[in-house]
């Protein structure tokens, strides 16, 4: 079988040198990495498989927002190491439910900027209250991520909203759909271990629910005022950040985006040169393609499955790749505006997070336990 190649396994169990240390820290010594479990190495073959799969179905088909077919199943299978059927109803009642909320308050409120940004300031504090409390957490990540992205396009004259939201609902269901082969695929080899339930107080939820969806509603009003219609990659990850929920954590988690950006936006400038004028060739770029995914998925494995330096390089090549790659497209003038608008976007973002962080400890109700983890 595929996965068992002898030169598959010394690609993806072979540690890699130079590279970061087990948790994305410098490698200073020149130390080897720890081998990928193979648990590890399935679920990297799952996340490069169902990326690629989700880009070659879009290309093919010639659908509109490739960026929902490529990011989609990377979010499915990276941020969560299981399939199960509570997940798979969490994802698709998320979908349904954003569909009703974006046709609501754009057909409805879009004439109204005031108003239209508190009510999605209120859905945006809903799903960051079901994260805080943990067992709807990809329910309202999902959420999070998806309403931002599908809010500000809505809002610009020249979109067709029926398109935008029916590609929404079919990338959510063909993700899905992936999911369930790439885990048919290359299933676990031993059940996986739940993580260990946190136990938060009252006004850490509080604090975790406001700094999350404040944040999140800037994040919205600031790229509707200066129509950044183009910075998809930053809008991302200003909502990616807030996954940690806490400005702490954020801090740490803006550094790796920031390198796995950087990571993406280079490895996709390599792969052009590469290709050149060949990118009409499809299986070369898909070939590619998956190969960044892989090294990118390594790496986020490694890192734990959170939005780090990998889940950064993942998301960049979906966004660059989704957009259709090709010898006629300025991907150099494309990758540079992406990493800088999304440097400029995590700035402002930490900055408002400190802000609320700040405010937010000097109230009792909404201060955070002098222990913690964040």
Not at 137 to 143: E, K, S, T, Y
Request: glycine content about 10%.
């Amino acid at each position: 079988m595929f996965i068992n190649s002898p030169y598959i396994k010394r690609m993806l169990l072979t540690p890699f040198k130079g590279w970061w240390g087990r948790r994305g820290e410098a490698n200073v010594k020149g130390t080897a990495r720890p081998a990928l479990t193979q648990n590890g190495l399935r679920q990297c073959l799952r996340v490069a498989g169902g990326g690629t799969l989700g880009f070659v179905v879009s290309q093919l088909m010639g659908w509109n927002y490739g960026v929902f077919f490529t990011v989609f199943p990377m979010f499915l299978l990276g941020m969560v190491p299981i399939l199960n059927g509570h997940i798979i109803r969490q994802f698709l009642a998320n979908v349904s439910l954003n569909v009703l909320e974006v046709s609501l308050v754009v057909g409805l409120l879009k004439h109204m900027p005031p108003v239209m940004t508190l009510v999605v300031m209120g859905m945006f504090l809903f799903r960051f209250n079901l994260m805080a409390k943990g067992p709807l957490f990809l329910f309202g990540a999902n959420g999070v991520l998806t309403l931002s992205i599908l809010l500000h396009f809505a809002s610009y004259p020249n979109v067709d909203l029926s398109d935008l939201l029916a590609c929404n609902l079919v990338a959510s269901g063909l993700a899905v759909f992936i999911a369930m082969l790439m885990h048919t695929l290359f299933p676990d080899v031993e059940a996986r271990k739940p993580p260990p339930r946190a136990t938060k107080t009252s006004s850490q939820i509080r604090h975790e629910t406001l700094i999350g969806g404040l944040t999140a509603t800037l994040s919205f009003v600031v790229f509707q005022v200066f129509d950044l219609q183009g910075s998809l990659s930053a809008q991302m990850a200003t909502i990616l950040v807030l996954f940690t929920l806490g400005y702490s954590g954020a801090k740490v988690s803006a550094g790796k985006r920031a390198i796995g950006t950087l990571l993406g936006c280079n490895l996709a400038l390599l792969m052009q040169l590469l290709l050149y004028t060949q990118s009409h060739h499809f299986l070369l770029v898909v070939m590619l393609y998956w190969l960044g995914l892989i090294l990118f998925a390594r790496e986020h494995i490694h890192e734990g499955g959170g939005s780090g330096i990998g889940f950064g390089g993942l998301t960049t090549l979906g966004i660059l790749f989704g957009q259709s790659l090709g010898p006629q497209q300025d991907l150099v003038y494309s990758a540079l505006y992406r990493f800088s608008s999304m440097s400029v976007a995590l700035i402002l973002t930490l900055l408002a997070m400190a802000c609320l962080h700040f405010v937010l400890n000097r109230w009792a109700p909404t201060r955070l336990p002098a222990i913690n983890p964040k």
